[in-house]
């Protein structure tokens, strides 16, 4: 299985502040990374796919990057609405899909 | 816009076997695949299995002993079973449609929209 591990976490931060997570695949994964939002009580919710492309509706605040290994979701300017858990999954291998620990992002 | 709704038994026996059924409404079961994934409380994600409109499955070697995922396209339902549960089978179990974007050379993957989870406990 592809292990992924987040970083940091928790995550304390403010509204307003810029925020980056980072998730890392135990082996080349190329782009075949998602994002998701999960709020207390909640489902998750996709934001990024592809590790780069927002998913529709997703504010612009949220961004994608990396390939390989390596992957950050930042958030540009913290919103109250965004104090949530964030989860990177591997599509790459598809038996099984993993998904990576969580980060918890929570006020500072 | 599609929704999905997890239902069956909230308490479930060790050694005995969970049901869950997925009803997907505002959309049509087919030509989409169906996931499970679960969340024991306080913790991460699993990916259980899918199931595609036609029926053919993927599961999680880690539970393919004892998952069995099926399809009912007349009533826009598929279901999960999960044999000889234990305490560790306990989580908030979530359906979702696998999303797919092509992109030229294959196809990104992801999970989406999910329904709002049912908490499913395993204890005598």
């Known amino acids: 299985d592809i292990q992924m591990t987040q970083s940091p976490s928790p995550l304390s931060a403010s509204v307003g502040d810029r925020v980056t997570i980072t998730c890392r695949a135990s082996?080349?994964?190329?782009?075949?990374l998602n994002w998701y939002q999960q709020k207390p009580g909640q489902a998750p919710k996709l934001l990024i796919f592809?590790?780069?492309t927002l998913q529709r509706g997703v504010p612009s605040r949220f961004r994608g990057s990396g390939s390989g290994t390596d992957f950050t979701l930042t958030i540009s300017s913290l919103q109250p609405e965004d104090f949530a858990t964030y989860y990177c999954?591997?599509?790459?291998?598809?038996?099984?899909?993993?998904f990576g620990p969580g980060t918890k992002v929570d006020v500072k | 816009q599609v929704q999905l709704q997890e239902s069956g038994p909230g308490l479930v026996k060790p050694s005995e076997t969970l049901s869950l059924t997925c009803t997907v409404s505002?959309?049509?079961?087919?030509?989409?695949?169906w996931s499970w994934i679960r969340q024991p409380p306080g913790k991460g994600l699993e990916w259980i299995g899918y199931?595609?409109?036609?029926?053919?499955?993927k599961y999680n070697p880690s539970l393919k002993s004892r998952v069995s995922i099926s399809v009912d396209t007349s009533k826009n339902q598929f279901s999960l079973k999960l044999s000889s549960v234990t305490a560790a089978d306990t989580a908030v179990y979530y359906c979702?449609?696998?999303?797919?974007?092509?992109?030229?050379?294959?196809?990104?993957?992801?999970?989406?929209?999910w329904g709002q989870g049912t908490l499913v406990t395993v204890s005598s």
């Open positions: 979702a449609r696998r999303g797919y974007h092509y992109y030229g050379s294959g196809n990104y993957l992801w999970f989406g929209p």
């Open positions: 505002g959309d049509s079961i087919s030509p989409y695949y």
């Open positions: 199931i595609y409109y036609s029926g053919s499955t």
């Open positions: 082996q080349n994964i190329s782009s075949f």
């Open positions: 592809g590790a780069s």
């Open positions: 999954q591997q599509s790459y291998d598809t038996t099984p899909f993993t």
